[in-house]
């Protein structure tokens, strides 16, 4: 076992050696760049006390980085062709936990847990998203995702892709934008950007999940002022948004979480 990260030619060497060509359906671009892979161990600060998750281990580029840490880690990889390269790659490694299923099926007990990956373009958004609102999910995720994802989840109100990711990110959690990833640092390299994304989870409020549904009401009709968007699930949308100091003829891309929280609290009384 090699001890360094994996570049190029070694991850190439064994794709070929155990007759594995990478899968569009699996979103696999396997992460080739050392240097990346050591910005995103440093950014995760994780150690011996730490219970790490990784979604997507591929050939165990970043799990092997993430274990020389001393974090307890579990490995999910869903494709059975990777099987025995990670075992090959991990032989001797005391440390990884891995698992051959699909990651949604995780638990989070015994934690607190750390989400570190290169996710899949595929299934990013949807996963964090669905971990992030779990009443016991993960603290903190350190997750390289597709630039357009990143963005989303980052974003401001007011701006072009300032959404319902936007919203939940920050109402179960405070997301930002670490760094940048150009596409040439994988392999195959992908036609689009990406970035790794830091988010720490929080303790909601009561009426997060209240507003998580406002506001994806409301997105579901962006062009739409507020009081007709959010008609089908309020009886009286007018009258709730000016309860909650907003104008109803502000739209969804105009109400930073804090609002959708009030709004969620207008509603309810």
Known sequence: MASGAQGKGELVGLLRQHNVTPSKRFGQNFLVDPNTIRKIVDLAAVGPDDRVLEVGAGT????????????????????????????????????????????????????????????????????????????????????????EVADRFTADPGSRVYGLPSVVARLYGSPRLAFRVPATVFYPQPDVDSAVVEIVSRTPSEFASAAARLAAAAFGQ????????????????????????????????DLTAAQFLSLAEAADG
Do not use: C, H
């Open 222 to 253: 962006r062009r739409k002022m507020l009081r007709r968007s959010l008609s089908d699930v309020l009886a009286d949308p007018a009258a709730v948004l000016s309860a909650a100091g907003i104008d109803p003829a502000a739209r969804p891309e």
């Open 60 to 147: 165990g580029t970043l799990t092997r980085e993430l274990a020389k840490t001393g974090a307890q880690i579990v490995a999910y990889e869903i494709d059975p062709r990777l099987q025995p390269i990670l075992e090959e790659v991990m032989s001797g490694i005391e440390n990884v936990e891995l698992r051959f299923t699909d990651a949604v099926e995780a638990e989070f007990e015994g934690g607190p847990w750390t989400v570190v990956a290169n996710l899949p373009y595929n299934l990013a958004a949807t996963l964090v998203l669905d971990w992030l609102v779990l009443p016991r999910g993960p603290e903190r995720f350190v997750v390289m995702v597709q630039r």
